[in-house]
């Protein structure tokens, strides 16, 4: 196998693992947030602890965490909370999105 192959299936799998990481920090900061109600976040915030809280619960009791682990990780693997943050901010944020996504 040639270095950069090796590289790319190294690539895939530290992508993979960053899902799961950012999965973990979402479940994190909506549990955060809930213990602070009834206050709340700006808007943007609260549309993804919304998104958040419509797949995985808030946790109230010991539970398995590996399937809320799983649908957390899905979130950010399919797109849905980048698109939570373009739906709450409106269509002027994706100008500023592509620009820096090709910078």
Do not use: Y
């Not at 690539?11 to 947030?33: D, K, P, W, Y």
């Amino acid at each position: 196998m040639s270095m950069a192959a090796h590289g790319a299936r190294r690539l895939i799998e530290m992508a993979e693992n960053c899902r799961f990481v950012i999965g973990i920090e979402l479940l994190a900061a909506a549990q955060g947030c809930d213990f602070h109600q009834p206050l709340a976040s700006s808007a943007v915030l609260e549309a993804v602890r919304g998104l958040v809280r419509r797949h995985v619960p808030h946790l109230d009791d010991d539970r398995h965490f590996q399937p809320d682990l799983e649908k957390a990780a899905d979130l950010v693997g399919r797109g849905a909370i980048v698109a939570a943050v373009v739906d709450a901010m409106g269509q002027d944020i994706l100008p500023t999105l592509d620009r820096s996504l090709t910078e």
